[in-house]
């Protein structure tokens, strides 16, 4: 179980506004975990339209682009993410079907922000291995790229377009989310 004081602790490094314990909550429930809808301009810091941050995070597992400057020309959805949550364990295995369904040019990224005291890239592993899935695990340790996307809660999936451009932000998880996310990938390959 994960300590108070680590969910504080990852609340300053990755939002830029005081969030409270609720809203950091990995619930599945629209109550608890705000629900999935995609979140406009003004809720997650203005990313929506700009290009997207690079990431700085080591290579855990997986296979695929590790860094957004390897995924040019693909469609990426960057979803950040911990072991501790819950509704993460329910979006890996769909990401992982968007991947096998449409192909080469979709690339998931889950980018780990798991604290170094919490977790162990073995750990990290074994979260791939039981949620079956391929694409790349990255960990963000030092949470320098959480800092420049500010995730509001785990899971968080920024939706890049072909040229590197964030075009869709997902702040929560919940059964049903992946109908979007497939929507909107599929609309930024044409399809």
Known sequence: MISRSTIFRTAALCASVALSVASLGC??????AGGGATETGANQGG???????????????????????????K?????????????????????????????????????SVDDPEDATEDKLKKFAEETGVKFSIVWDKDKATAGKYSPPKMPTSFIIDKDGNVKHVHAGYESGEEAKIADEVKALLGK
């Open 47 to 73: 990313l929506v339209g700009q290009k997207a941050p690079e990431i700085a995070a080591a290579a855990v597992t997986g296979e695929g682009p590790k860094t957004l400057a390897e995924a040019s020309g």
């Open 27 to 32: 619930g599945g429930s629209t109550a608890e």
């Open 75 to 111: 469609v990426v959805i960057l979803d950040f993410w911990a072991t501790y949550c819950a509704p993460c364990k329910k979006s890996f295995p769909k990401y992982q079907e968007m991947v096998e369904e449409l192909g080469s040019d979709v690339a998931v990224i889950a980018v």
